[in-house]
T-cell receptor, first 115, second 119 residues
Framework: KAGVTQTPRYLIKTRGQQVTLSCSPI?????VSWYQQTPGQGLQFLFEYFSETQRNKGNFPGRFSGRQFSNSRSEMNVSTLELGDSALYLC??????????????FGNGTRLTVT | AQTVTQSQPEMSVQEAETVTLSCTYDTSESDYYLFWYKQPPSRQMILVIR??????QNATENRFSVNFQKAAKSFSLKISDSQLGDAAMYFC????????????????FGQGTILTVHP
């Protein structure tokens, strides 16, 4: 089985622009979650989707949004980029979101740099 | 809200030796899972081991084992016979099993411990 695929791997944007990141989960996985990783704040939960519905959301401003498609692929969008949005964005998929023991499978992340 | 604390920003170990990484957490819940993830330079987070809060027996996966002390809210990772490939950032993480809770479905991570393995 192919793993979680995130595109692109690297992205450089300018302040004020918007960006869309993509995540394709492992085949059969219907839950997708997103995390932001920075040296200062560590790993922080952004949101989780299951069957095209956002089930949980972290403490991020409304500039951060996401969606999930019927094939379980997910995108996250950040509008009006700020320097502080520079981070590694990780996507993870899970086969059974109702079971806490079900491990999250992570992608390699997208490294976003805002200049 | 749950918090996870890893008090060791960096640790080092000689190849073939044993090292223990510390993790403490704070929660008012009784039903949850704890995980250790490894993040090598490739950036991909890899699950190392998981522990269910209701299981008293400590989890073991080959050279990796945990010391789970529920009352003390402590969850340390022991790596035996360390190998060069074990060098990575290690994260301790908490996941609620409370379907009605606001933290359901998300992992709460510690700040991470960078492990260096010396040949």
């Amino acid at each position: 089985k192919a793993g979680v695929t995130q595109t692109p791997r690297y992205l450089i944007k300018t302040r004020g622009q918007q960006v869309t990141l993509s995540c394709s989960p492992i085949s059969g996985h219907r839950s997708v979650s997103w995390y932001q990783q920075t040296p200062g704040q560590g790993l922080q939960f952004l949101f989780e989707y299951f069957s095209e519905t956002q089930r949980n959301k972290g403490n991020f401003p409304g500039r951060f949004s996401g969606r999930q498609f019927s094939n379980s692929r997910s995108e996250m969008n950040v509008s009006t980029l700020e320097l502080g949005d520079s981070a590694l964005y990780l996507c993870a998929s899970s086969s059974d979101p109702s079971a806490a023991h079900s491990p999250l499978h992570f992608g390699n992340g997208t490294r976003l740099t805002v200049t | 809200a749950q918090t996870v604390t890893q008090s060791q920003p960096e640790m080092s170990v000689q190849e073939a030796e044993t090292v223990t990484l510390s993790c403490t957490y704070d929660t008012s819940e009784s039903d949850y899972y704890l995980f250790w993830y490894k993040q090598p330079p490739s950036r991909q987070m890899i699950l190392v081991i998981r522990q269910e809060a209701y299981k008293q027996q400590n989890a073991t996966e080959n050279r990796f084992s945990v010391n789970f002390q529920k009352a003390a809210k402590s969850f340390s990772l022991k790596i035996s016979d360390s190998q060069l490939g074990d060098a990575a950032m290690y994260f301790c993480a908490y996941r609620s099993n409370n379907a009605g809770g606001t933290s359901y479905g998300k992992l709460t991570f510690g700040q991470g411990t960078i492990l260096t393995v010396h040949p």
